[in-house]
Structures are given as structure tokens and as C-alpha cells.
């Protein structure tokens, strides 16, 4: 079966959606799917990858230039399957990593605490010519019960679809999001990554201390200012550190605020880093009060290595988890009661194995495997295809 994945860009230093793109081609690949990577920009992710706009000026193409060039291609290539993480009516699938680009704009704008600057955010989110061209599309397509089979990565984003665009349900599959399962971590690389990860603190803090780890570029929006306000107030009491992996561009102005709150010693801000497994295997929980994910891979990842994990209601991630069984799901991003309430139920290092244990028992790092997701998607193909009139080529049992 011959599949052309499509993506804006492909570095996957730039966020969630070009990674699980990588990813999700591997898995496809290793199960016997010839898969072929469109993209207006980048680098090659490997030799079935092709750039199709490397000279448009800027670091990004046109929607419209972007959907010509793949017209183009798409008439001169056969594939079987068409797959796209982008607005284009022309796919068999549609799978928009990000959620719809309507509640993206929605709750990014509730991400700031100013209600004008949230109002005026919103108000020039909704009037970019470029989103505005992106929202028009997705309108369209998910409007059309002509339009592509729309495969939502979360129950969050099934909702999404139904609220703003009245979606047909029969259009619209729920394949939860997954992420490429991490070579295991020993005791002993887990216990030396985490006295550095300490080292790095000023208050210089035991290795008995809770270890939280927040991980995002988008401090913001990801909601570290909360996270920062909890910490302040359960240090009085429990003694913990936040490290916090990303790159952000308003860093310092997260740094001001940890030594407003006068826990500057016990935050440490680590900047970017290769891979996350090492950090979260050596961290006691994984933080992310988010304003707005539709399934965020850094809870992924910490569940498949059986960390439990806090995060929010806005967070799709949480349709692969139990409240209180394995984590916390907290309701209001900006309820920073609440977030205190999560963290110090979670400081009872006999509560964190029990709920590390549990991760591991009920089959939870096998549910957010990549492996899943494409087996999910495979059989969506071919039932495509079998609605189209024409067969896929024959897939192993093994590779299923």
C-alpha cells in the first residue's frame, strides 16, 4: 500500500506534530506500508521524503502555493492513500495534530491573564489572512460530507468538530494519539540523571526530594505560570523542585517570576535537550497544567515509561489515562488550589508506586504506543480503499 503523508514542515525540533509525523511514518513503514513524505519545507526526514516549495520565499509557503505544488505531484505519483495533517480537500484523511484551528485560537487567547491582551490576541488570531485562509479550508472540508475521513487524535478534538462545524459523526474516527515507544531506562542511568538533574538546583536539595518536570516550548500556553504559583505555596510545607525542559522565548520572563515568588532555588530552567526519556524516568512526576493540548505527547511519553502525571480537562491525553489511578486531571488551568491539592497528593512515594504500578498493570504504556495508532490507521486505509472500489496490497498478519 503506497501512502503520502503531508505536513507543513518537517523539523521536529519544532513541535508535537512534525515528531509523531516521523514517527507515525516508521511505524506505517515497519509494518509494510511504502510511505512517502510531502512537505512545503524542511529537511529530508529520510530518502522517501520530498521538499515540495524549498525555494518560496520565507520560512513557510502559501496555503494555496502549497496545495498547487501537491496537486501537481498527486497527478503525476500514484498512492493509494492520501494523508494529510493539513486542511486539503483532495486527502482521503485529514488528521490534524493540533486540534482544529478554531479552539486553537479560542484557548490560546485564555492562555493570558490580561482579559484585553486575550481579547485583542483572539481578535488578530481570527483576522491573520494566513490562519484565516487554514480556518476557511478546515471549515469547508469538515462541512462537505463529500469531504475526507477526519481522524481526531483525542475525544477532545471529536468534540472540537462537532461544536464549531456541526461535523458528521460518521465522518469523524477517534484514533488516539500514541508516540514511539523509548528503549528502557536502568536504575542506574535513572538514579545518575537524576542526581544531575539536581546538581543543577541551587538550594541543593536531597535525592528524597520531589522532582516535578514540565516540559513544553510554549510556557504560556502550557501553563507554567499556574505551575509556578502552586509551587510557591506547596514549598512552604513539602519540600519539591520544578524542572523545566523547552525553549521558550519568554523565559526570562518566567525566571523574573520564580524569584518574585522567591523559588528561584528551587526551579531550574534546562533549556532544550535531545530526548525526554532519561528526564522523565528520573523525575517523580510529570507536570503539565495546560491551557490547551489536543493530546500531548510529553504525558505520553511520561505514561509510557509509567510515570503518573497531572495535567488538565484540556488536554486530550487524558482519554488514555484514570483520574487518581494513574495521575490528576485538574478542570481549571488557572486553579492553582487545585494543582497544590494534586501535587501534594502525589508526594506519598508509596501513592507514586501504587499509581506507577497501576500505569504498568492495566496496559497503559502498550495504549499510547505509535505501534497502535498505526494499526488503527491501517485498517482505516482499507476501508478506504474497499469504499473506492480497490484493493490494498495484502499486509501480513505479523505486521498487524
Not at 215 to 230: E, I, T, V, Y
Not at 252 to 277: C, K, M, P, W
Request: aromatic share 6%; glycine share 6%.
Amino acid at each position: 500500500m503506497r501512502v503520502a503523508l503531508i505536513i507543513e514542515r518537517t523539523d521536529i525540533t519544532l513541535g508535537g506534530a512534525e515528531r509523531s509525523v516521523s514517527e507515525l511514518s516508521e511505524a506505517l513503514a515497519l509494518k509494510g506500508l511504502d510511505v512517502t513524505i510531502l512537505a512545503a519545507k524542511g529537511e529530508p526526514y529520510s530518502a522517501n521524503t520530498q521538499i515540495l516549495c524549498p525555494d518560496s520565499g520565507g520560512k513557510r509557503a502559501t496555503f494555496t502555493e502549497f496545495e498547487t505544488l501537491l496537486q501537481g505531484h498527486l497527478a503525476q505519483h500514484d498512492y493509494d492513500i492520501v494523508h494529510s495533517v493539513l486542511p486539503f480537500s483532495f486527502a482521503d484523511v485529514y488528521q490534524p495534530r493540533g486540534g482544529t484551528y478554531r479552539e486553537t485560537v479560542l484557548r490560546s487567547a485564555l492562555s493570558y491573564e490580561n482579559r484585553s491582551i486575550a481579547w485583542l490576541k483572539r481578535l488578530g488570531a481570527f483576522v491573520n489572512h494566513r490562519r484565516q485562509q487554514f480556518m476557511t479550508a478546515e471549515r469547508s472540508l469538515s462541512r462537505n460530507p463529500e469531504g475526507p475521513k477526519i481522524v481526531a487524535i483525542s475525544q477532545y478534538v471529536v468534540d472540537q468538530f462537532r461544536t464549531h462545524y456541526d461535523t458528521d459523526p460518521a465522518r469523524i474516527v477517534l484514533i488516539a494519539n500514541g508516540v514511539k515507544p523509548g528503549d528502557p531506562v536502568d536504575s542506574r542511568q535513572r538514579q545518575q540523571t537524576r542526581r544531575d538533574m539536581l546538581a543543577q538546583f541551587r538550594c541543593r536539595p536531597p535525592e528524597t526530594v520531589l522532582l516535578l518536570l514540565f516540559a513544553a516550548h510554549n510556557f504560556r500556553l502550557k501553563g507554567l505560570g499556574p505551575l509556578l504559583h502552586a509551587l510557591a505555596l506547596i514549598k512552604q510545607t513539602q519540600p519539591c523542585c520544578l524542572s523545566i525542559v523547552g525553549k521558550s522565548h519568554s523565559a526570562e520572563t518566567y525566571e523574573e517570576t520564580a524569584q518574585r515568588l522567591a523559588i528561584s532555588n528551587h526551579v531550574h530552567f534546562t533549556g532544550s535537550v535531545d530526548g525526554l526519556q532519561g528526564h522523565l524516568a528520573a523525575a517523580d512526576i510529570a507536570v503539565l497544567p495546560t491551557f490547551y493540548d489536543p493530546a500531548s505527547r510529553f504525558v505520553l511519553e511520561a505514561l509510557s515509561l509509567a510515570k503518573p502525571v497531572i495535567t488538565t480537562q484540556y488536554n486530550g491525553a487524558t482519554d488514555l489515562f484514570v483520574h487518581e489511578r494513574h495521575g490528576f486531571i485538574i478542570h481549571d488551568p488557572q486553579d492553582v488550589r487545585a494543582l497544590v491539592h494534586a501535587i501534594r497528593s502525589m508526594s506519598d512515594p508509596e501513592r507514586l508506586r501504587k499509581m506507577s504500578a497501576a500505569i504498568a498493570a492495566d496496559g497503559i504504556t502498550e495504549r499510547v504506543s505509535i505501534n497502535r495508532v498505526a494499526a488503527q490507521l491501517i485498517r482505516l486505509y482499507e476501508t478506504i480503499l474497499r469504499q473506492k472500489g480497490r484493493e490494498a496490497c495484502s499486509l501480513s498478519a505479523a505486521s498487524r
